[in-house]
């Protein structure tokens, strides 16, 4: 800044001083040819900072030392030529640094007598501090503004920008309708089973599934230009052994159909089954084993039995028969099955899959599926048995009546019994076969973490006693033990998708509708419920506070 000079329009009052200014400091100078300007210097310190706000000089801060200084000279006559007594400080630009260093606050402490911070000087400091990324012109701008009061809160200057994490590889599906293996239940435990549709065939060479990469994300950085990696998304990788596809030899990540059959996506990637296709299944054709999936055009007829790896699909009736299934049964007519008589007569037959059975219409039939069984018109003095549901009733009547049935989240019907009082059993919750198989994967966690304990301790002892351990055995430990951990992370999965069937199964219930009769009893949680007299509305049975209850409102009406 340029010296200025300024005479203190006080000098009637303390003749003989003025102040002036250089720099950044106040200067004060005191004639005594005119006399002593104060009789007592316990009088100066007061007289002083008024003559300093009379010059101008006012809201500069006062040298403590100085001042009693100037007031001795004032008192006894004394010359001062240029006694530093003020400093004039500009405003103070203050910035500082979260730990992280992902945000940088500014703070303006307001001017002492010189000129107040600007945008060039918010810059220089921000500079200084090495704030050089997401810097937000706006604030500086806002502060800058501010003028001689400063800021009164610490703003927000500039922000780091967060590491995006990159996203997890997935596989595409290039046909419509593809069925798939893996159970996919949403967020409420609901599942659609009803669109499963024909089964789907295709040739040779048809692409099937696409592999989408996992992308490396974008990396972060803080307000001091530091990069902060991100964390890269996890790679697919196609199962080993897809039977009926490869790998197309022009495209890494795409699979191709090598036969004709069924696409099914399963965990890992997609296969493609073989399709054998009949008019019907009676004594003429002889009984159906087969590897892949199976159509019949017709009908099923009583006694013969199919067994397929994939899928069965039947066109008409089955009568009482033996069916099992990798993959789901569908079948556009119905069951007549035969439980209760000998098998000497036909009786005890049996019906199973691993996916979901379908039909319009089931009588005294033996019925176990993995994941659901749909009924679209009615269920009598049946057997059935699913891993999640029993939906029975579409557009048709809904009718569940007689025998036993089982799920582990849901029955539902638009009517559970009938007038004349048949037994009907209904049990929903977990299935004895999720709780032993969470047992048995609890036991084989601890069998590999002990084998790979193990392991590491003989690799550790190898470091340091390598004559210790016998010939090739650290080339072997290497596959032994990824072969270990990737055996371990199934069974993790394996275990974390059950422990959701086991939380979904808390909020198992069963609907009905429409009508309960009497003759139905309920089983949930250890608990029951038999009905007693008539229920004319629909409503459902779950959990109320722990207590198996009926509930008039059905969810969702």
Same mark, same amino acid.
């Given at each position: 800044m340029d010296a200025s000079t300024a005479t203190s329009p006080a000098a009637g009052k303390l003749p003989g001083l003025a102040f002036a200014r250089e720099g950044g400091t106040v200067l004060a100078s005191f004639d005594p040819t005119r006399g002593p300007a104060i009789a007592d210097p316990a009088q100066g310190p007061e007289a002083i900072a008024a003559a300093l706000a009379e010059a101008g000089f006012g809201a500069c801060r006062p040298k403590e030392a100085a001042i009693p200084v100037l007031a001795q000279a004032l008192a006894h006559g004394q010359s001062i030529a240029a006694l530093p007594v003020a400093d004039a400080l500009d405003g103070e630009v203050l910035i500082t640094l979260a730990e992280d260093r992902m945000t940088a606050w500014l703070a303006i402490r307001p001017p002492q007598g010189g000129a107040p911070a600007d945008e060039?000087?918010?810059?220089?400091?921000?500079?200084?501090?090495?704030?050089?990324?997401?810097?937000?012109?706006?604030?500086?701008?806002?502060?800058?503004?501010?003028?001689?009061?400063?800021?009164?809160?610490? *703003?927000?200057?500039?922000?780091?920008?967060?590491?995006?994490?990159? #996203?997890?590889?997935?596989? %595409?599906?290039?046909?419509?309708?593809m069925r798939s293996r893996v159970p996919q239940i949403d967020a409420s435990g609901r599942v659609d089973y009803r669109n499963l549709g024909d089964i789907q065939t295709v040739q040779p060479g048809a692409p099937l599934l696409r592999r989408v990469h996992a992308t490396a994300g974008v990396a972060g950085e803080t307000v001091t230009g530091l990069a902060i990696p991100a964390k890269p998304g996890k790679e697919m990788m196609f199962a080993p052994n897809l039977a009926g596809v490869a790998v197309d030899p022009n495209d890494p990540d795409l699979l191709a159909a090598t036969l004709v059959g069924q696409p099914v996506e399963v965990r890992g990637g997609v296969m493609v089954e073989p399709t054998h296709r009949v008019r019907a299944v009676n004594m003429a054709t002889g009984n159906v084993v087969f590897e892949g999936s199976v159509a019949v055009e017709g009908d099923v007829q009583a006694g013969m039995t199919i067994k397929a790896g994939g899928d069965i699909e039947i066109g008409g009736t089955a009568e009482a028969v033996i069916l099992e299934a990798?993959?789901?049964?569908?079948?556009?007519?119905?069951?007549?099955?035969?439980?209760?008589?000998?098998?000497? #007569?036909?009786?005890?037959?049996?019906?199973?899959?691993?996916?979901?059975?379908?039909?319009?219409?089931?009588?005294?039939?033996?019925?176990?599926?993995?994941?659901?069984?749909?009924?679209?018109?009615?269920?009598?003095?049946?057997?059935?048995?699913?891993?999640?549901?029993?939906?029975?009733?579409?557009?048709?009547?809904?009718?569940?009546?007689?025998?036993?049935?089982?799920?582990?989240?849901?029955?539902?019907?638009?009517?559970?019994?009938?007038?004349?009082?048949a037994?009907?059993?209904?049990?929903?919750?977990?299935?004895?076969?999720? *709780?032993?198989?969470?047992?048995?994967?609890?036991?084989?966690?601890?069998?590999?973490?002990?084998?790979?304990?193990?392991?590491?301790?003989?690799?550790?002892?190898?470091?340091?006693?390598? #004559?210790?351990?016998?010939?090739?055995?650290?080339?072997?430990?290497?596959?032994?033990?990824?072969?270990?951990?990737?055996?371990?992370?199934?069974?993790?999965?394996?275990?974390?998708?059950?422990?959701?069937?086991?939380?979904?199964?808390?909020?198992?219930?069963?609907?009905?509708?429409?009508?309960?009769? #009497?003759?139905? %009893?309920?089983?949930?949680?250890?608990?029951?419920?038999?009905?007693?007299? %008539?229920?004319?509305?629909?409503?459902?049975?779950a959990l109320d506070k722990g207590t198996l209850s009926w509930l008039f409102a059905v969810p969702g009406s």
């Open positions: 060039t000087a918010i810059r220089r400091a921000l500079n200084e501090r090495n704030v050089i990324t997401g810097i937000d012109d706006a604030v500086i701008r806002l502060a800058a503004g501010l003028g001689e009061n400063g800021t009164r809160e610490a *703003l927000v200057v500039a922000v780091g920008r967060q590491p995006v994490p990159g #996203e997890d590889g997935r596989f %595409e599906s290039l046909l419509p309708g990798g993959g789901n049964i569908i079948i556009k007519g119905g069951v007549l099955g035969a439980l209760g008589r000998p098998e000497s #007569e036909g009786g005890s037959r049996r019906i199973r899959c691993e996916g979901t059975f379908t039909a319009t219409f089931v009588q005294q039939a033996a019925i176990e599926a993995s994941e659901a069984i749909i009924i679209d018109d009615v269920a009598l003095q049946c057997q059935l048995s699913a891993g999640q549901r029993i939906l029975v009733g579409d557009k048709k009547r809904g009718l569940l009546a007689g025998g036993i049935a089982r799920a582990g989240l849901l029955v539902q019907a638009k009517v559970l019994g009938s007038p004349s009082h037994e009907t059993r209904i049990e929903v919750g977990v299935p004895q076969a999720v *709780l032993h198989e969470r047992a048995s994967i609890a036991r084989s966690r601890e069998e590999k973490a002990r084998q790979l304990d193990q392991l590491v301790q003989l690799l550790a002892l190898g470091q340091k006693q390598p #004559e210790r351990l016998p010939p090739g055995f650290v080339e072997k430990a290497g596959p032994t033990r990824l072969r270990l951990l990737e055996e371990l992370a199934e069974l993790t999965a394996r275990d974390q998708f059950l422990q959701r069937q086991v939380e979904l199964a808390s909020d198992a219930q069963v609907v009905a509708a429409s009508d309960v009769h #009497e003759g139905v %009893e309920v089983f949930l949680a250890g608990q029951s419920y038999r009905v007693k007299g %008539e229920r004319g509305h629909g409503g459902v049975f």
